[in-house]
C-alpha cells in the first residue's frame, strides 16, 4: 500500500545504537534488555522523493537539523515535535536546532501553517510543536498570496543567491538571511549553479530566469548578491539575464563579492609588447569582454532613474571603485562578517556530530597542525604552506581542508593541474606522512577545523577577490592567522587590524618561522576532538556592521549606527567601537 516501514533510527549519519526495550527515549542508550538498532541518515530516504515530512524522534532533532536537506527535491513542509528537554539533558540549547533549519532557508511556525511566526528573540514561546515550510528551496518564487509574511510592517525582500550548495556565497547567504530575518521578510530566490551555469543546455538558465523574474515584482526590495559568474557562462549571458532581473525590480541591492574588469587599460599596451594575430584576436575577446561588463554596470547605475539602488562592498578600495563607476548609487561597505557572538560560542555543540574525527589522522598528541582551507587552485598557494613544513620541526603537520570546486569539473577531466603539483611537491618532499589532504567538509565541520588548528594559513596569490570568507571566518574564531601581504589582506586589515601577521607572497621560510614564534593555544578535548583555544581578538567589526548596512540600504529604522536595537540572539554580539 502506501505505508511503508523502515526498521531504522534516524539522524544526520549512519552508526548504530543500543536501546533499551522499556525506554523509548533512544538516545539514552540502554542498560540490561537491549537490542541494536541501526542508524541512518534521513537523507538515505531521498529517493522516495516526500513533500511532507513529520519528525518525532524523543531528542535527536539535533542530528537531523545539521543534515543537508537538498537531496529532497520535492520537499515543502516539515511538521516536528521538538523535545527541549531531552535535547537540553544532552547540553544543546534546542533552539540551535532551529537555527540550523532556518539557515536552510525553512520558515518557522508555532503548532500549525498558519500559526504564530517563530521569533528568536522571544524566550517564552511554545516550541514543542512546530511547522517548518521550505521557502528556499530551488523553485521558482512562488506567487505573492503563497509567501510567508512575518510581519505585515516589514519590508518584503528577495534574496537572490546560491543556496544550499557547497559554495562560499551560499554559506555567506545563510548566514546574512539568519541575521536579518528579525527585519525584513526574506524570501530566498536560489540561483542555481547546475542550471544556470550548464553547458550542454543554456536555454535552461534563461528560461529559469524568466521563471522567478516576474515573482520580483511583488518584493519591495531585490538583494542580488553579485559574483557575475554565478549568472552564466560568458559575460554577454550574464549581462541579459541580469538585466531580465532589473526590469522586474524595484528597489535594488547589489553585493559585489567582485567587480568584474571595466577598464580598458593595459589591454593594448599588452598587445603591442607582442604583436601577432593571436594578441590581436585575445584583444578582440578582452575589449568585448569589458564592453559587457561596463554595460552591464550602468544597467545598475541606470536602475537608479526610478528606484534606489544600494551597492555594498566588501573592501573600501572596492567602494571607492564603485562610487567612481556607479552614479547615482548608495554605497556601503562593510568586511565579510558570518557568526554571532552566540554562535561563536555555541561551537562546541557541534563537536558532538561533526563528521571530523572520522577524516582526521590518528596522530600522537604533541602533534601540532598547521591548517589551509578553501578550494584548491593556483590562486590559494597552497604550495607555499606545503614547501614551510621542510622548515617546521617534524611534530607539524599541514591538514589541508581543501578540494576541487565542483563547478570546474568537466567529463573527461583528470587531476586538475593545480592538485597534481601539489601532490608532486609532496612526493618530491618526502612529505607524504605530514601533509594530510582532508577535502571538503561542511561548513560546520569547517569552522570546527579552524578551531583543532594552532594556525591557520591563507598563502593565497593576489586573487582579485574583493575578500575571503575562511580568512574572516578565522579571525570572527580567534585563531592564530597568518596571511599574505596580499591586495585583500592588506583591504581587510583596514577594518580589523592587529588580527593576523603577514607574510610575503610565496615566502615560505618567513611563514614558518613566525609559526614558531607565534602564540601557542591551549588544548582541551572535546568529544573526540582536540580544540585549541586563544585568546579573543579585539575585533573592530562585526556582523552588526552588515546589519546595519543591509537596513540602511532598505531604509528601516532600527536605531542607529553602532547600537541596533532588540539584537535578537542570532545577531547579537558586543561591539567593539
Given amino acids: 500500500g502506501n505505508i511503508q516501514v523502515h526498521m531504522v533510527g534516524i539522524a544526520?549519519?549512519?552508526?548504530?545504537?543500543?536501546?533499551?526495550?522499556?525506554?523509548?527515549?533512544?538516545?539514552?542508550?540502554?542498560?540490561?534488555?537491549?537490542?541494536?538498532?541501526?542508524?541512518?541518515?534521513?537523507?538515505?530516504?531521498?529517493?522516495?522523493?516526500?513533500?511532507?515530512?513529520?519528525?518525532?524522534?524523543?531528542?535527536?532533532?539535533?542530528?537531523?537539523?545539521?543534515?543537508?536537506?537538498?537531496?529532497?527535491?520535492?520537499?515543502?513542509?516539515?511538521?516536528?515535535?521538538?523535545?527541549?528537554?531531552?535535547?537540553?539533558?544532552?547540553?544543546?540549547?534546542?533552539?540551535?536546532?532551529l537555527e540550523n533549519f532556518m539557515r536552510q532557508g525553512f520558515e518557522i511556525r508555532l503548532n500549525e501553517p498558519d500559526g504564530e511566526i517563530y521569533d528568536p528573540k522571544q524566550r517564552d514561546q511554545n516550541i514543542a510543536h512546530l511547522y517548518l515550510?521550505?521557502?528556499?528551496?530551488?523553485?521558482?518564487?512562488?506567487?505573492?498570496?503563497?509567501?510567508?509574511?512575518?510581519?505585515?510592517?516589514?519590508?518584503?525582500?528577495?534574496?537572490?543567491?546560491?543556496?544550499?550548495?557547497?559554495?562560499?556565497?551560499?554559506?555567506?547567504?545563510?548566514?546574512?538571511?539568519?541575521?536579518?530575518?528579525?527585519?525584513?521578510?526574506?524570501?530566498?530566490?536560489?540561483?542555481?549553479?547546475?542550471?544556470?551555469?550548464?553547458?550542454?543546455?543554456?536555454?535552461?538558465?534563461?528560461?529559469?530566469?524568466?521563471?522567478?523574474?516576474?515573482?520580483?515584482?511583488?518584493?519591495?526590495?531585490?538583494?542580488?548578491?553579485?559574483?557575475?559568474?554565478?549568472?552564466?557562462?560568458?559575460?554577454?549571458?550574464?549581462?541579459?539575464?541580469l538585466q531580465t532581473v532589473l526590469k522586474n525590480s524595484k528597489e535594488l541591492i547589489v553585493t559585489f563579492h567582485s567587480i568584474p574588469p571595466h577598464e580598458y587599460r593595459g589591454l593594448f599596451k599588452e598587445t603591442a609588447r607582442n604583436l601577432s594575430v593571436r594578441a590581436l584576436v585575445r584583444l578582440a575577446r578582452h575589449a568585448l569582454s569589458v564592453f559587457t561588463w561596463r554595460g552591464m554596470l550602468d544597467d545598475i547605475a541606470g536602475h537608479t532613474r526610478k528606484h534606489k539602488v544600494s551597492a555594498i562592498a566588501h573592501s573600501k578600495a572596492d567602494a571607492q571603485i564603485l562610487k567612481r563607476?556607479?552614479?547615482?548609487?548608495?554605497?556601503?561597505?562593510?568586511?565579510?562578517?558570518?557568526?554571532?557572538?552566540?554562535?561563536?560560542?555555541?561551537?562546541?555543540?557541534?563537536?558532538?556530530?561533526?563528521?571530523?574525527?572520522?577524516?582526521?589522522?590518528?596522530?600522537?598528541?604533541?602533534?601540532?597542525?598547521v591548517g589551509v582551507f578553501g578550494f584548491i587552485g593556483p590562486q590559494k598557494g597552497f604550495d607555499t604552506a606545503i614547501l614551510a613544513l621542510k622548515h617546521l620541526p617534524e611534530n607539524y603537520h599541514l591538514l589541508m581542508f581543501s578540494g576541487v570546486h565542483e563547478a570546474t569539473l568537466r567529463v573527461g577531466d583528470g587531476v586538475q593541474p593545480y592538485l597534481a603539483q601539489l601532490i608532486r611537491l609532496v612526493e618530491k618532499h618526502k612529505l607524504t606522512k605530514r601533509v594530510h589532504f582532508i577535502g571538503t567538509v561542511s561548513d560546520d565541520d569547517l569552522l570546527?577545523?579552524?578551531?583543532?588548528?594552532?594556525?591557520?594559513?591563507?598563502?593565497?596569490?593576489?586573487?582579485?577577490?574583493?575578500?575571503?570568507?575562511?580568512?574572516?571566518?578565522?579571525?570572527?574564531?580567534?585563531?592564530?592567522?597568518?596571511f599574505t601581504r596580499s591586495l585583500q589582506f592588506l583591504e581587510m586589515e583596514k577594518y580589523l587590524p592587529n588580527t593576523f601577521q603577514y607574510f610575503d607572497i610565496g615566502n615560505y621560510i618567513e611563514l614558518a618561522q613566525k609559526i614558531l614564534l607565534g602564540p601557542k593555544g591551549r588544548d582541551r578535548m572535546v568529544g573526540r576532538l582536540r580544540i585549541v583555544d586563544f585568546p579573543r581578538l579585539d575585533r573592530k567589526h562585526d556582523i552588526n556592521d552588515t546589519v546595519q548596512n543591509y537596513l540602511d540600504a532598505a531604509g528601516v529604522k532600527a536605531g542607529h549606527r553602532g547600537e541596533i536595537v532588540q539584537l535578537p540572539a542570532s545577531v547579537e554580539s558586543a561591539r567593539n567601537a
Fill in 448 to 482: 570546527l577545523a579552524m578551531k583543532i588548528c594552532d594556525a591557520a594559513v591563507m598563502p593565497y596569490l593576489n586573487t582579485g577577490q574583493s575578500a575571503s570568507g575562511p580568512a574572516n571566518q578565522a579571525v570572527e574564531l580567534s585563531r592564530v592567522c597568518y
Fill in 12 to 97: 544526520d549519519r549512519e552508526s548504530t545504537l543500543s536501546i533499551a526495550s522499556t525506554d523509548a527515549r533512544i538516545l539514552h542508550g540502554a542498560d540490561g534488555n537491549k537490542f541494536e538498532v541501526p542508524i541512518r541518515p534521513i537523507t538515505s530516504f531521498s529517493g522516495l522523493n516526500p513533500s511532507f515530512m513529520k519528525i518525532d524522534i524523543e531528542g535527536a532533532e539535533h542530528e537531523v537539523s545539521l543534515t543537508d536537506f537538498k537531496p529532497f527535491k520535492s520537499l515543502r513542509s516539515i511538521y516536528l515535535e521538538l523535545h527541549e528537554p531531552f535535547i537540553r539533558e544532552r547540553g544543546i540549547d534546542p533552539r540551535a536546532c
Fill in 133 to 241: 515550510s521550505r521557502t528556499g528551496a530551488e523553485q521558482p518564487v512562488a506567487p505573492r498570496r503563497e509567501l510567508v509574511v512575518k510581519n505585515k510592517a516589514s519590508k518584503k525582500v528577495a534574496l537572490l543567491s546560491t543556496w544550499n550548495e557547497r559554495c562560499g556565497i551560499a554559506h555567506y547567504s545563510s548566514f546574512l538571511k539568519l541575521a536579518l530575518d528579525p527585519y525584513l521578510d526574506i524570501t530566498v530566490v536560489p540561483l542555481p549553479r547546475e542550471t544556470l551555469r550548464d553547458e550542454k543546455d543554456r536555454k535552461k538558465g534563461d528560461e529559469y530566469i524568466a521563471t522567478i523574474a516576474p515573482a520580483l515584482r511583488d518584493f519591495d526590495v531585490v538583494c542580488v548578491q553579485l559574483e557575475p559568474s554565478l549568472f552564466g557562462l560568458t559575460p554577454a549571458e550574464i549581462r541579459r539575464r
Fill in 325 to 369: 563607476i556607479l552614479p547615482g548609487v548608495e554605497v556601503r561597505d562593510n568586511p565579510l562578517s558570518y557568526m554571532s557572538e552566540s554562535y561563536i560560542e555555541s561551537m562546541d555543540e557541534k563537536v558532538h556530530t561533526s563528521n571530523l574525527p572520522s577524516v582526521l589522522p590518528n596522530l600522537p598528541s604533541n602533534v601540532r597542525f
